[in-house]
């Protein structure tokens, strides 16, 4: 009971509270970009094959390590100066998140459709850019043994800002519609109320967030181009692969496949929703704001158990739970419009994705090197990403083929080669907590 108390004091810290407003900053882009969005389009009548490759746009976080250097390196002339290098970076990129909603919000996708993609794409950018210097204060706020707690802070706040953009919009624009059905001016109207939320945010960043402690050293970009390239892009990656060795590659493949079906659950599941016949209200209820509360309880879970049990050992049920979860869909892919079901399926997938995303955090987290926190931990999140997200646009055809429960049988095998990494990783001993 004294550790668990310990474990609970750190919960209290300034730092760990301040990460549940940048997690919620974070949480608040994702699904209006992807999940809200599915929703949006297959509710106007889009095909799912056009739905999966709309999604591809979300790949762009897959890609975020190629200008995390830059926010690593550069000081902004006038912002830099009066906010300090993380501050004026996280608003420059929460600046660029409001535009992209409210160009969204204002685009009809049976009329403007590449409008739209295009808007989608610039919020996707900036946002994955607020999520590079987010990761770089978590990591360089707190020493490596309060990771733990950041990033279950982060993740709470992460699904507070997904309860927000996902069930939040849902019931707002089924309030607005009053009608079942598409309604392009009641979802237009809901994503602009997300962007003006988004400049309420930079303004709490603004007057909540300290400045964390980093290198004065970084701020030399060196004498010429050749060198700030070395520093900024060269130095970080070697700095990763001379720590690790060879066990670099295996790393880097194992975060590439930890979450393959956590990911692609995520993009697909509200065209899902919609295929069996849930309403806005119902998908709002039990998946946006019961199935939120099921991750964070998840997420405290398994900050607890790590403290508890050991963060290698929480590792391993990461890929179990997701192939648990992937068969849960399975299932209630074979009943149909069950809201019963749909608690159940929730119950167990969120819970356990919670669980096992706080001790993916943590692990990734602890593989950085201080001195190039942000450019290292976009590799590795980025990484983890891009394959499930390359992986997703391919939904709508393989269901259009298959139908929903053979798609979902296929995804929950998906869930073994990380199993098998982890293994080879174990006996390499590289990488391991």
Same mark, same amino acid.
């Given at each position: 009971m004294t550790d668990f108390a310990a474990v609970w004091r750190v919960y209290a810290h300034p730092k760990v509270r301040a990460m549940l407003l940048l997690g919620f900053s974070s949480g608040l882009p994702l699904l209006l970009v992807i999940n809200t969005l599915s929703f949006r389009l297959r509710e106007s009548g889009m095909d799912r094959a056009l739905i999966g490759e709309v999604t591809w746009v979300a790949m762009i976080w897959g890609f975020k390590w190629l200008w995390a250097p830059l926010l690593d390196r550069i000081r902004l002339p006038w912002l830099g100066r009066r906010l300090g290098r993380r501050r004026s970076w996280l608003l420059v990129a929460q600046a660029g998140v409001m535009v992209g909603l409210a &160009?969204?919000?204002? +685009?009809?996708?049976?009329?403007?459709?590449?409008?739209?993609v295009w808007f989608a794409a610039l919020t996707?950018?900036?946002?994955?850019?607020?999520?590079?210097?987010?990761?770089? /204060?978590?990591?360089?706020?707190?020493?490596?043994d309060w990771q733990g707690a950041m990033a279950a802070a982060y993740q709470a &706040?992460?699904?507070?800002?997904?309860?927000?953009?996902?069930? &939040?919009?849902?019931?707002?624009?089924?309030?607005?519609?009053?009608?079942?059905?598409?309604?392009?001016?009641? /979802? +237009?109207?809901?994503?602009?109320?997300?962007?003006a939320l988004m400049a309420v945010i930079m303004l709490a960043v603004l007057l909540v967030l300290d400045e964390a402690p980093w290198h004065e050293h970084l701020q030399r970009s060196g004498d010429n181009a050749g060198v700030w390239l070395v520093q900024a892009i060269v130095e970080p990656l070697s700095d990763f692969f001379c720590r690790y060795g060879g066990g670099a590659v295996l790393i880097l493949v194992l975060a590439a496949a930890y979450r393959i079906p956590d990911v692609v659950l995520g993009v697909m599941s509200n065209t899902f929703y919609v295929d069996m016949g849930f309403t806005k209200s119902e998908v709002a209820m039990v998946s946006k704001i019961y199935g939120v509360a099921m991750t964070l309880a998840g997420a405290g879970m398994g900050g607890l158990m790590i403290a508890r049990f050991g963060l290698w050992r929480m590792l391993w049920l990461g890929p179990l739970f997701s192939g648990i979860g992937a068969l849960c869909y399975a299932w209630l892919a074979g009943r149909g419009h069950d809201v019963s079901g749909l608690v159940l399926t929730i119950s167990v997938d969120n819970l356990a994705g919670g669980l096992a995303s706080t001790a993916f955090i943590a692990w990734l987290s602890g593989l950085t090197s201080r001195e190039f926190s942000a450019g290292q931990y976009a590799l590795l999140s980025s990484v983890q990403m891009l394959l499930p997200k390359f992986i997703a646009g391919f939904f709508g055809f393989l269901v259009n083929a298959w139908g929903y429960p053979a798609f979902f049988r296929g995804l929950a095998l998906l869930a073994l080669p990380a199993l098998l990494l982890l293994w080879l990783l174990q006996r390499s001993g590289r990488g391991v907590p």
């Open positions: &160009g969204m919000g204002w +685009q009809d996708p049976r009329l403007a459709l590449p409008a739209m996707a950018f900036s946002a994955a850019s607020q999520d590079v210097v987010v990761d770089a /204060w978590r990591i360089e706020a707190v020493a490596a &706040g992460y699904r507070l800002g997904m309860i927000v953009a996902g069930a &939040g919009v849902l019931w707002l624009v089924a309030w607005l519609a009053g009608t079942p059905g598409y309604h392009p001016a009641a /979802w +237009q109207t809901a994503y602009l109320v997300m962007a």
